[in-house]
């Protein structure tokens, strides 16, 4: 039986964001940026942190034109998404993640956050975007 914990990515070619959340709750939490460059240390990181939250499942962020159309980006999301699945051997679903980063960001300047900072949460909240999108589409309220 898979566990009710969900990790989120919002995968880039720099950085890539995580976020947290629980099937029973359907409330995602930013949690983590990896920034490492090279694929050793980013799936190293994310070890660290299967390892320490031990999710069910995994969902990661596709991007795509705002007309529907793939983006440059989203054939390596799917990639980095089936080489999640094979290495931790969990489900990992991949999830529309049109304007993510625009929600997010306007989502931390509403909380508060400085033009300043935002660059260094941005990734983490819009992992958390693309993790409350999958909760409101696949958690029963």
């Known amino acids: 039986m898979l566990g009710t914990t969900v990790l989120a990515f919002d995968f ?11 099937l029973g709750v359907g ?8 920034a490492a460059e090279d694929n050793a240390t980013r799936f190293s990181e994310i070890a660290k942190l299967i ?11 596709l991007p795509m034109h705002a007309d529907g159309t793939e983006h440059e980006v989203s054939r390596l999301a799917r990639r ?8 931790f051997s969990l489900p990992a679903v991949l999830v529309d993640e049109r304007l993510t980063s625009k929600s ?12 300043r ?20 589409t696949h958690v029963a309220k």
């Open 12 to 22: 880039g070619e720099k950085r890539i964001g995580v976020a947290v959340g629980d």
């Open 27 to 34: 409330i995602a939490h930013p949690l983590a940026t990896v």
């Open 51 to 61: 390892g320490e939250w031990r999710p069910g499942r995994l969902v990661v962020g």
């Open 80 to 87: 980095f998404a089936q080489r999640l699945e094979g290495r």
């Open 104 to 115: 997010a960001e306007s989502r931390l300047r509403e909380s508060g956050v400085r033009s």
């Open 117 to 136: 900072d935002i660059g260094a949460a941005l990734d983490a909240a819009a992992a958390c975007e693309i993790l409350q999108a999958w909760f409101e």
